[in-house]
């Protein structure tokens, strides 16, 4: 085990929950600061915008550990206190409230900020973002029957805020500028959500948007590329995000052009630096290209991974990380799981059930390999897709049981 004393987490979320967690239960006993801008306890985000969002449950219920699990683990916690500069040269994390956090290695689990839409980049009552605890609770006040919600951005974010803003009697439109959801699960699943949307009252409009329109100091809709506008009570921009690493500028630390901390196959940044989490950019195995994923389970994941090689040394067997990527998303009802990339796939081939009658598992080929896979309600033929995503099998597997001969 490496002889490292001090090891700073930047980063209180899943990522850096986890990596903390990991490294104690791997032996390590030294100083362990886990340092978060937010001064909530570590919560888990995906609820914000299903379980928070409609009121079914409470801040409290998103916390990621309770007191006494946190204060099992030994840690110096930092919480309300942003991290503003890294300094390697003396091994020091410099954070907003003026403190200083000195480390020997570093795991960075920062995550991602929320992209804006022009006229609303500082707060502006009744523009809203969903990324945090307060964000999704100020949106969820705004949220009465009747109440005009727009929802900009085509992603898993928009369409599960989107199906619970409806579900609470909001007249929700939602804006896209491409087929929704089809990048992330595929054009077939996407085309079955978005009518489930349309079913549900949910307007779907295409379009560029431009900027929020503010009036009297509140936002009042959206302004689109071609001029015209989209009036509402509240809006929901939900287009993405970018890495929050800003606060490594002048660190060393390699970024690439997105904001994303450029890691190894190991998940280092260089000599004591490791990334885990929404912000780190590893080579994928398969590809040799550099990915990030925004996913849970790749938050703990790759936390995990990262905690291992910090403990192994420089000269100890790492481990290289090579996940299958998981999401989920509930929408109506409905749980929607896939492993791998859906999206982007040449074929569709349904092994199990129909998406007529909501229950399903498909493999999703691409170039004659199984790249993904996506599901409802078919866990079982769901979980043997993900064997296949993982070994990027041919398709047709040379398994799959050939018709039978027709009876002269």
């Not at 606060?247 to 450029?262: Q, R």
Request: overall charge neutral; some cysteine; aromatic content about 4%.
């Amino acid at each position: 085990m490496t002889a490292v004393r001090e090891v700073a987490v930047v980063g209180a979320g899943a990522a850096g929950l986890h990596a903390a967690e990991a490294l104690r239960r791997a032996g390590y006993d030294g100083r362990l600061t886990l340092i978060g801008a937010e001064d909530e306890l570590p919560y888990d985000r995906p609820p914000l915008s299903k379980q928070l969002l409609d009121g079914q449950w409470q801040p409290g219920q998103l916390t990621l550990r309770t007191p006494e699990a946190l204060a099992e683990l030994r840690l110096d916690l930092r919480l309300g206190a942003a991290a503003e500069r890294l300094d390697r040269a003396t091994r020091t994390v410099h954070l907003a409230d003026g403190g200083r956090v000195r480390c020997e290695a570093v795991v960075l689990a920062t995550g991602v900020r929320p992209r804006r839409l022009p006229g609303a980049e500082t707060p502006l009552p009744g523009a809203h973002v969903l990324r945090t605890l307060a964000d999704a609770l100020a949106l969820r006040a705004e949220l009465r029957p009747g109440v005009r919600l727009l929802v900009v951005g085509g992603g898993l974010l928009g369409a599960e805020a989107a199906a619970t803003a409806v579900g609470l009697g909001a007249e929700v439109t939602w804006l896209v500028s491409a087929a929704p959801l089809a990048a992330v699960l595929g054009a077939d699943t996407a085309a079955l959500l978005t009518g489930l949307h349309r079913d549900h009252g949910v307007r779907i409009r295409r379009g560029a948007a431009a900027a929020v329109v503010e009036r009297g100091g509140r936002a009042v809709g959206v302004r689109l590329a071609d001029g015209s506008e989209l009036a509402a009570d509240a809006v929901l921009t939900a287009i993405g995000s970018r890495p929050a690493t800003e606060w490594l500028a002048g660190s060393g630390v390699p970024l690439e052009a997105d904001g994303g901390v450029a890691c190894d196959a190991h998940c280092a940044a260089g000599p004591g630096v490791w990334a885990a989490g929404d912000a780190a950019a590893w080579p994928d195995p398969r590809t040799g290209r550099r990915r990030r994923l925004e996913q849970r389970t790749n938050a703990t994941e790759q936390a995990l991974c990262a905690a291992r090689n910090l403990l192994a040394g420089p000269d100890g067997a790492r481990q290289v990380y090579d996940p299958v990527p998981y999401l989920w998303s509930d929408q109506y009802g409905l749980r929607v799981q896939a492993f791998g990339s859906p999206g982007g796939a040449d074929r569709f081939e349904v092994v199990d059930g129909s998406l007529a009658e909501h229950r399903f598992a498909a493999a999703c080929v691409r170039e004659g390999r199984v790249t993904g896979a996506v599901g409802i309600a078919a866990a079982r033929a769901l979980r043997a897709l993900r064997a296949r995503v993982a070994a990027h099998d041919p398709w047709p597997p040379a398994d799959r049981p050939q018709p039978a001969a027709a009876l002269s």
